[in-house]
Each structure stands twice: as structure tokens, then as C-alpha cells.
């Protein structure tokens, strides 16, 4: 299964994520794409390059930390030091699972062209300002209908509000056994590799109550500039300050290391964007899901 970039705050929002990767990719005939060949995905070496190409930006922040951990697959289109376009799958170099991915880059044409003559994807994510003119060409070429999925993007420029509760405290490796018991959606670490890989390199919170962990907070992504933040919550825990003293002792200690916490959320999930405001974050944008219907719901 492709790693999700879904920082999901309660189970169902993790079992609704499960269940919607697990769709239909897009798998077209490549209609008008003068492709005769299917695209190479980037080697480690351009990898790299990319990689150093999209970073200094917290839209990007998600592709880098996957491209300098070599977790995903990439495609570009052009040099990779400066692509016309690129694409970044957050699933394992050459996986065959059904794809969601990120993408990048001024040319909006190649871009489509890109994707198409790629093929095997089910959602793509791109930035506001060019998201209806990618649409449009979707919709142009596959003649069926695209839906929007919009994410809001927030950084915390400002330090960190300091909330704090008496069950939150920040995780080590020697919480590793308590953490591989916890229920799936509160074990932290899938863009890192796994949560002790994720315990060596970032930051991760949790709450605890009768030796069993309720809550969590990571740093889901971490690159030299940003630090995404991903928030867990069992139900019954919510609505107690929970979920903010775990996410404030996230964010300030990826200020502590010089990291910019960047907060990203679906557009009417209204908790997670009043816990980002009560952070202090402040939105800077939208980031938009394009997903081709499926097959069988135009049968």
C-alpha cells in the first residue's frame, strides 16, 4: 500500500484514508500524447537533484522529505535541477500499488502529458493556482468528471503557544514496545520508515494513560526548512487540550532544531484547522486533490 501523507487526528478519518487509497487508479489509454514510450521514473542521482530543485518552500516540504529518503517515485519532465514538470509518488521506487502524488512545475501542458503517458494513479495533488487548468485538461481528455479535494496549508512563523497536560510527554526509543501496541492509526513514523526511525530522526509526542498510548503528535515529514505536524487523537481523549500540549511540544521542539512547522489539513476539517489557529499557525494557502472518477461509477 502507498504511504499516505494524511496526518489524521482521529480513527475514522485513518479508516477513511485507508479504504480511499485502495480506489482504482487512473489507467487511460494516452489519447493525444505523442509519448511512445513510458516515462523512466528518476534514479537516485535525480532524485536528488529534484529534490534540491523544490526545496525552500513549504508546499513542497512533503516531495523533499520523501525524495531525500528515497521513498517515493519520481518524474520529470526536462533537467531535473530545473524541470518543466515533476511528479513525486509517495509510494516505494517501481511499486506497482495504485498511486496518489504531488505535482510540481510551470508547465501545466507537459505536466498533463507527464501523467498521462505515466499512467497507474488515482489522485493528483497541486498547488491552488494551477489546479483548474490541470482539471480542465483532465477533464478535456478523459471525458469524465474530476472532483477537487482542497487541503489548507498553514505555517507557524511566530514561536509555539506553550500548552502543556499531565499525560503528554515527548516519546523515545525506549517507548518503542508501547508504541508498536497502540492502535495503527496512532503508530507514527510511515514517511520516516517506521516510528524508530521516525524516534531517531524527528520529533514525536504522545500521551499516556494506564501505560497505553491515547494521542499522539510527530513531525510527519522533516526536510532542512520545515517540519510537517501530524496529530492523533483517540475519541474519548478529544476536546480535553490533548491533542494541543502534544502538538505544541512537537512544534517547538522542530523550532528548537531551526524548523519552520508547516500544518496541513483538509479544508472542512474544521477541529484540526481551530487546533492549528490555537497553535498560532496562520494559512498560506490551498493545495488541491485532482481525482479522475472511477470506472466503474460510469458504468
Not at 526536510?223 to 512537537?250: N, P
Request: aromatic share 6%; hydrophobic share 40%; net charge negative.
Amino acid at each position: 500500500m502507498a504511504h499516505l501523507p494524511v496526518f489524521c487526528e482521529t480513527e475514522e478519518q485513518f479508516v477513511h484514508v485507508e479504504r480511499h487509497v485502495r480506489q482504482l487508479p487512473y489507467e487511460e489509454s494516452r489519447q493525444g500524447d505523442q509519448r511512445s514510450v513510458k516515462p523512466m521514473p528518476c534514479r537516485a542521482t535525480a532524485r536528488r537533484m529534484l529534490a534540491d530543485a523544490l526545496s525552500g518552500s513549504p508546499w513542497t516540504a512533503m516531495a523533499v522529505h520523501l525524495l531525500r529518503r528515497d521513498m517515493c517515485t519520481a518524474y520529470v519532465e526536462g533537467d531535473p535541477s530545473s524541470p518543466s514538470a515533476s511528479v513525486v509518488f509517495w509510494s516505494a521506487p517501481l511499486s506497482s500499488a495504485p498511486q496518489r502524488g504531488l505535482a510540481f512545475g510551470p508547465d501545466i501542458e507537459a505536466l498533463w502529458s507527464l501523467l498521462q503517458a505515466i499512467g497507474r494513479w488515482n489522485a493528483i495533488g497541486i498547488h491552488e493556482e494551477h489546479a483548474e487548468i490541470l482539471r480542465g485538461a483532465m477533464q478535456r481528455d478523459l471525458k469524465k468528471p474530476v472532483t477537487v479535494e482542497r487541503h489548507r496549508y498553514h505555517v507557524l512563523a511566530e514561536p509555539a503557544k506553550n500548552f502543556t497536560h499531565s499525560l503528554v510527554r515527548r516519546l523515545t526509543e525506549a517507548d518503542i514496545d508501547l508504541i508498536q501496541q497502540a492502535p495503527p492509526f496512532l503508530q507514527q513514523g510511515r514517511l520516516f520508515g517506521g516510528a524508530r526511525e521516525l524516534l531517531q530522526e524527528g520529533i514525536f509526542a504522545g500521551a499516556i494513560e494506564s501505560g497505553k498510548l491515547v494521542a499522539t503528535a510527530h513531525t510527519a515529514t522533516l526536510t532542512d526548512e520545515y517540519a510537517e505536524i501530524g496529530v492523533a487523537t483517540l475519541a474519548r481523549y478529544r476536546q480535553q487540550g490533548i491533542a494541543a500540549a502534544a502538538a505544541s511540544l512537537v512544534c517547538r521542539g522542530a523550532q528548537a532544531i531551526g524548523r519552520v512547522p508547516v500544518w496541513d489539513c483538509a479544508q472542512d476539517n474544521e477541529p484540526s484547522r481551530h487546533l492549528a489557529e490555537k497553535l498560532g499557525f496562520v494559512p498560506i494557502g490551498t493545495r488541491v486533490d485532482l481525482i479522475p472518477a472511477l470506472k466503474e461509477s460510469l458504468d
